[in-house]
């Protein structure tokens, strides 16, 4: 699956689109089409050694896209953990609506 995460900066929005990723639904709204009544929320696993710079009050959508800001639907990012030690490195990161 692919995620978007966008990060507020002064200038802006800057937007880092990853392929491939792990996401698990933990409500069952459902998250693609923008209804998210049911406080949805999602844990995404990136598997990767490196340190992306995703934080926490960042946004995400589930698809690859390349807008400027964060649709209404997106999810906030409430807590990511870095685990890069071992063999399956990854960045887990938790996501409400």
Same mark, same amino acid.
């Given at each position: 699956?692919?995620?978007?995460? &966008?990060? *507020?900066?002064?200038? /802006?929005?800057? =937007?880092?689109?990853?392929?491939?990723?792990?996401?698990?639904?933990?409500? %069952?709204?459902?998250?693609?089409?923008?209804?998210?009544?049911?406080?949805?929320?999602?844990?995404?696993?990136? &598997?990767? *050694?490196?340190?992306? /710079?995703?934080? =926490?009050?960042?946004?995400?959508?589930?698809?690859?896209?390349?807008?400027? %800001?964060?649709?209404?639907?997106?999810?906030?990012?409430?807590?990511?953990?870095?685990?890069?030690?071992?063999?399956?490195?990854?960045?887990?990161?938790?996501?409400?609506?």
């Amino acid at each position: 699956m692919n995620v978007t995460f &966008f990060h *507020k900066t002064k200038q /802006g929005y800057v =937007t880092k689109v990853f392929k491939g990723v792990k996401v698990r639904i933990l409500n %069952e709204a459902d998250i693609f089409d923008g209804s998210n009544e049911n406080k949805s929320s999602a844990v995404i696993r990136i &598997f990767t *050694k490196e340190n992306y /710079g995703i934080f =926490t009050l960042d946004r995400c959508v589930f698809y690859a896209t390349d807008e400027k %800001e964060p649709p209404k639907e997106s999810f906030a990012v409430k807590s990511v953990h870095y685990n890069t030690n071992g063999i399956l490195s990854h960045i887990k990161v938790e996501c409400v609506c």
